[in-house]
């Protein structure tokens, strides 16, 4: 069998185990709630929902993108297993304190925390509450739109590469993307998480498999680390100030962006309890050292195996090598076609994810569909298949880079980050407040990344944009407090006067 | 508890359940800080490894040297990020997540 054959096969087979699982999730439903469609019925276990976290944070940009950077950037890109770390880590910030309340309070979105922390109690909300949850709804929307598309366009490309052509890109993005919308919209969440635990297991069987293979081949790392070392020098060097600056800025962009992903913030509030949320974020601690560290190596050993291919070549890194272990034929092949499904079912994994994030904000952020509303869910299916459908034309427009659409997603993310990690703690922040910083954030790193300056000295135009985001939300909240304690306190003067 | 004296049994045994809930509230509440500090002490630990992991402080012309098959500042990185896995999952491992919001527990929203 040649390995298109091979591919269309595992395709078929991979498709139609999805098709079971989302049957199953289907009766396993308990109502036709919004919780019970866009949370799994807030009862997700301990592996389920790590498996799940990992199939979510781990993409097509982690399959695809990252060997492609590690293949430009050399040695450096290890940087990525410490961004990817650091956003488990940075979630200590938040869920600790938001699981509580998003339970108490039946969370669906991510708005419905921003609505009730600047809700101002039993009273009237706060003055801009309603723009701010309208505004981190849109950024939101905003990047994951971009996310979906990236996922949609890997989609198409490898559904092209597995089958050897025999699906086209154009078919392979329309026909998955069709795909994903019918397993989500018959199990919800249930069928995206279990969907996404068959999927990370997929991934990871293939990540190890071609990396052994790479490693078997090149005769160990200290072969590879020699061998880059003579044909580009560059690679291995200690990087410079300003790689050093970008690295720091890295880790904080994608430790910070990654936290607020709607997604992620929605598994937060569909674990089963308090416990089995902690030890799947202690599990998935552990996950970029299984993952990213192995596609950052790969991407280096591409280095030597591959040569010269050329920065526009980037993104093809890991194709390029897989077509090099299935071309002898025999268990290379049937290992490089797990490898290729495994990536697919990453990508797939993440769309799906995105799609169903982006159809709950649709129907409860942005229109103000109440959790509890039962016509919410319906509406949220409709959303996805008009998204989906106005989404595949643009993805079948191939030019912008992986890595570029990831990094623009994330420099709008950010700026949701005060609504959410200082907002938790800080309890005179202020929705006004909050909002201005929100636009003068948005304004200066859109700004500066359509200016041609996406970076200044290393530092990421979204971390300079979070900066002064966070500036004018502390200035503001503070001066509004002071004048509105001035205000009371002449009031009360004036009645016992 | 049996074969102890009198006087001694009686002041082993709590005077009412009240004292008892005191007694295991007050135990849980010095576990929970001792827990909680323990976490703290971690999460700096993180932190001082993730200073390290980015070779700021090593000349940029410093001559390879491979350790355990990578660059040495690679090693010394990955080594860091290593640590940051096990420290993380241990602080994860301590972290309590309660599954109600206690009135007056913060942050509380605003106008309360």
């Given amino acids: 069998m040649s390995f298109g054959e091979i591919g269309t096969a595992a395709l078929v087979i991979y498709l139609l185990t999805l098709t079971g699982i989302a049957e199953v999730a289907r009766r396993a439903r308990k109502d036709t709630s919004a919780g019970d469609h866009f949370l799994a019925g807030r009862d997700l276990g301990t592996m389920v929902l790590f498996l799940t976290l990992y199939a979510t944070a781990y993409s097509g940009n982690s399959l695809l993108a990252y060997p492609g950077r590690a293949y430009t950037s050399g040695f450096s890109f290890i940087m990525s297993t410490g961004f990817m770390m650091a956003i488990i880590v940075v979630f200590h910030v938040l869920a600790p304190k938001l699981r509580p309340i998003a339970t108490t309070f039946h969370f669906v979105t991510p708005g419905d925390w921003v609505r009730y922390r600047f809700g101002g109690g039993a009273g009237a909300p706060e003055p801009g509450q309603r723009a701010l949850v309208l505004g981190v709804g849109i950024l939101m929307c905003i990047a994951l739109m971009n996310f979906l598309l990236a996922q949609l366009k890997a989609m198409g490309h490898v559904a092209s590469i597995v089958t050897d052509g025999a699906v086209p890109y154009e078919f392979g993005v329309a026909g998955l993307a069709a795909f994903i919308l019918f397993y989500e919209t018959r199990g919800g969440m249930r069928a995206v998480a279990w969907t996404d635990a068959a999927q990370a297991i997929l991934m990871l069987v293939g990540l190890s498999a071609l990396f052994a293979w790479i490693l078997d081949g090149a005769g160990g790392m200290d072969t590879v680390t020699r061998t880059v070392a003579k044909l580009r020098p560059e690679a291995v060097v200690v990087p410079d100030a300003k790689t050093c600056v970008g690295w720091f800025s890295t880790v904080a962009l994608l430790g910070l962006g990654s936290v607020v992903y709607p997604q992620a913030i929605q598994r937060i509030y569909a674990a089963r309890d308090g416990r089995t949320l902690a030890n799947s974020f202690a599990l998935m601690s552990f996950m970029p050292l299984a993952t990213t560290l192995v596609v950052t190596l790969i991407g280096i050993a591409a280095i030597g195996l591959l040569g010269d291919i050329g920065q526009r070549e980037a993104d093809e890194v890991l194709p390029l090598l897989l077509a090099s272990w299935a071309e002898p034929g025999g268990a290379g092949q049937i290992g490089a076609v797990v490898v290729f499904v495994g990536a697919l079912a990453a990508i797939m994994s993440t769309a799906d994810s995105c799609l169903l994030s982006l159809s709950a904000m649709m129907a409860g952020d942005l229109l103000g569909n109440s959790g509890s509303d039962p016509t919410t869910a319906k509406r949220g299916k409709r959303f996805a298949a008009v998204l989906l459908v106005a989404m595949i034309p643009v993805a079948f427009i191939e030019e912008l880079s992986l890595w570029r659409l990831l990094e623009l997603k994330m420099e709008l993310l950010l700026q949701c980050v005060p609504a959410f990690l200082m907002a938790i703690h800080w309890r005179a922040q202020r929705a006004d407040a909050t909002l201005a910083g929100l636009v003068v954030g948005t304004a200066l790193s859109v700004g500066l990344t359509f200016s041609g300056f996406s970076r200044i000295y290393g530092i990421h135009a979204g971390m300079l944009g979070l900066t002064l985001n966070a500036l004018v939300v502390v200035v503001g909240s503070t001066v509004m407090r002071r004048s509105l304690e001035t205000q009371t306190s002449d009031s009360e003067l004036a009645t016992q006067n | ?112």
Wanted: glycine share 6%; aromatic share 8%.
């Fill in chain 2, 1 to 112: 508890m049996a074969n102890l004296p009198h006087c001694l049994r009686e002041s082993a045994k709590p005077a009412r359940m009240s004292d008892i809930h005191s007694t295991v509230s007050s135990d849980h509440r010095a576990s929970s800080r001792a827990r909680a500090r323990v976490r703290r002490l971690l999460l700096a630990g993180i932190a001082v490894l993730y200073v390290v992991s980015v070779p700021w402080y090593r000349e940029t012309d410093a001559p390879l040297r491979v350790w355990f098959g990578l660059p040495d500042w690679v090693a010394v990185a990955l080594g860091c990020y290593i640590g940051v896995a096990v420290l993380n999952a241990m602080a994860w491992r301590l972290t309590e997540i309660p599954d109600q919001y206690v009135e007056g527990q913060a942050p509380e929203r605003s106008g309360e």
